[in-house]
T-cell receptor
Framework: GAVVSQHPSWVICKSGTSVKIECRSL??????MFWYRQFPKQSLMLMAT?????????EQGVEKDKFLINHASLTLSTLTVTSAHPEDSSFYIC???????????FGPGTRLTVT | GENVEQHPSTLSVQEGDSAVIKCTYS??????FPWYKQELGKRPQLIID?????GEKKDQRIAVTLNKTAKHFSLHITETQPEDSAVYFC?????????FGTGTSLTVIP
C-alpha cells in the first residue's frame, strides 16, 4: 500500500519550453502533496506544498510563476516547469501525505534535463 | 523556516562496525524526525522515524535517539553490512512539511 508514482521518469527538453510532471497516489487519497528538487549529490529541497483544491504554498526563494503546481484531485498533483533553462535541470521528487500518519510517501522521481 | 544540519557528510566504516550520523534542527515546533536511505537515482526509503514524545527507538540494527532540549537527533547503525552503503538523510517536520539534512554518504568496507 501507499504507492506514489511519477510520470515521466525522465525528460529532456529544449531551453524555453515547458515541461509537466505528474505525481499520483495510486492506492490512497493524498490530502497534501509535496514537491522537492534534488541536485546531484545534494539534499532534497522542499519547493512547495500542494493541497487539493487550493493554491500551493511555495517555500522562500522558489518562483511560483516558474514552477506551476496544480492539485486538481486527491490523487494527482502536477508540477509544470515553465520556460525551462539548463539550470532547472534536476531530479524532481514528489511525496504524498495521507493525513493518517506523519509519514510521507515518495514518488520515484523525474530526471529533467534542459538542453 | 526549519534548518537541519547533518554530519558527517561522508563516513567510511569497516563491515561489522557501527556508524553514527548526527543532525541538529532549529525549529522547536518540529515534532517528527524521519531518516531516509537513498540509493543513486532512486526515491528515498524510510528506514526509521521518531516522534518528539519519545527519546529513543530501535528496529533491529538501526536506532534513533532524540534530544529535544538540545534539538539534535542521531542515527545509529550497528553491525554494518556492505548493503548499508548509501546516502542517508535526516529530516525534521514542524507541521507536515519535511526539511532535510544535507546527507551522509556511508560506505561500508567489506
Amino acid at each position: 500500500g501507499a504507492v506514489v508514482s511519477q510520470h515521466p521518469s525522465w525528460v529532456i527538453c529544449k531551453s524555453g519550453t515547458s515541461v509537466k510532471i505528474e505525481c499520483r497516489s495510486l492506492d490512497f487519497q493524498a490530502t497534501t502533496m509535496f514537491w522537492y528538487r534534488q541536485f546531484p549529490k545534494q539534499s532534497l529541497m522542499l519547493m512547495a506544498t500542494s493541497n487539493e483544491g487550493s493554491k500551493a504554498t511555495y517555500e522562500q526563494g522558489v518562483e511560483k510563476d516558474k514552477f506551476l503546481i496544480n492539485h486538481a484531485s486527491l490523487t494527482l498533483s502536477t508540477l509544470t516547469v515553465t520556460s525551462a533553462h539548463p539550470e532547472d535541470s534536476s531530479f524532481y521528487i514528489c511525496s504524498a501525505d495521507s493525513g493518517l500518519s506523519y509519514e510521507q510517501y515518495f514518488g520515484p522521481g523525474t530526471r529533467l534535463t534542459v538542453t | 523556516g526549519e534548518n537541519v544540519e547533518q554530519h558527517p557528510s561522508t563516513l567510511s566504516v569497516q563491515e561489522g562496525d557501527s556508524a553514527v550520523i548526527k543532525c541538529t534542527y532549529s525549529d522547536s515546533a518540529s515534532n517528527y524526525f524521519p531518516w531516509y536511505k537513498q540509493e543513486l537515482g532512486k526515491r528515498p526509503q524510510l528506514i526509521i522515524d521518531i516522534r518528539s514524545n519519545v527519546g529513543e527507538k530501535k528496529d533491529q540494527r538501526i536506532a534513533v535517539t532524540l534530544n529535544k532540549t538540545a534539538k539534535h537527533f542521531s542515527l545509529h547503525i550497528t553491525e554494518t553490512q556492505p548493503e548499508d552503503s548509501a546516502v542517508y538523510f535526516c529530516a525534521a517536520s514542524p507541521g507536515n512539511q519535511f526539511y532535510f539534512g544535507t546527507g551522509t554518504s556511508l560506505t561500508v568496507i567489506p
